[in-house]
Structure formats: C-alpha cells, structure tokens
C-alpha cells in the first residue's frame, strides 16, 4: 500500500495515542484530532479502528524485521541467532505498546495481506540465521519457532515484572543477557 502523507500522519498520530493511552484509548477521532486532519480522515484511509490498528501492528512488524536483521550484520556465524533473539527483546521492551498491539488478533484485521507480509518478514529473519548452518528448512524453522517463543516470552515476562525476582533483577539489560545465553544454546549447532 502506497503510504500517503495524510495516511503516514495518521499511522504517527495513532503510535503516540497508542504509547499514551494504550490500544483500548485509540479512538479514530483522537488520532485524527492528534494528526491535524477532519475526523473523516482516518475512516479514509483505513475504513475502521481495526484497519488504522492492523496498519500500524504492521508498520510495527516491519521495523521489527529491520532491528533484527540489522543486529545480525557482520556478526560471526555462530553468535547470529543470539543476535537477532537479543534485538527482538529489546525491540519489544523499547516499544511495549507497540509489541502488545502487534500481538492481539482480536484488535487486528484477519487475513489483511500487508500485515502477513510484514509478520512473514520478520520470521524470516529468524528462520534464515537459524538455517545458517545448513540446516533443513524444517529445522530451521523450528529453531527459529523455538527461539521467537523465548525471546518473546523474556519480554512479557520482563515487561509484566514476572522475570526480576526469578534473576535478581528488573534491569533490561540483564533480561538481554539472560535471553543472548538461551539463544546462544537453542541457536542451530555450528560444526
């Protein structure tokens, strides 16, 4: 879809409603009153609240998909797949709101094709460090399954405040740490 500056101005209105106020305080004519735009703006460029939340959960998704690939480059081999685990959590504990919404298929559009293509993204990042060794595609992907399920569960668990009394501390940098060990052992074997 062609990213119009009304349609841009909207999506960046609706992320700071969405870090302000969280995904049940995001009203159409809020976004539009924060974008400067009539309160029909964002039924046009989006039909409906579920339509303005799928776009931004897939502009979400594909900003995720570049943190991540951006952190595996120029990064040896074996420590990729840690890399990228490490990114996604800190991707996720940056963006809480964001992260949140990204996951709630009851406030996204099902089938949308954009969302699918930015979430397939962002997999495939994964799916493509963990088949770096060689591995059968099958394999890979369920390496990559088994450390998206980590990493993603190490950022509810620290963004929820589950994880700090289990090691020690709520800092997110130890969560990182935690996550780059798990990841460096799930990660796909390098021989």
Known sequence: MTDSPGRRALL???LAELEEHGRAGISLRAVARRAG???AAPA???SDRAGLMTALAA???RDLARSV???GEGVPGPQVFAALGHAYIEWGLTHPALFDLMFRQGELRGG???LAAAQDDAFGALVAAAGEDGAPPRHASHVAMAGWA????LVVLARDGALGPRVGTTDDAATAE???GLLTVLGPSRS
């Open 69 to 71: 690939r951006a952190a």
């Open 37 to 39: 735009v009539s309160h």
């Open 44 to 46: 046009h460029h989006f």
């Open 178 to 180: 935690l996550a780059h």
């Open 150 to 153: 980590l990493a993603h569960g």
């Open 12 to 14: 960046t209105a609706a």
């Open 112 to 114: 949308d094709e954009e």
């Open 59 to 61: 502009d979400g998704f």
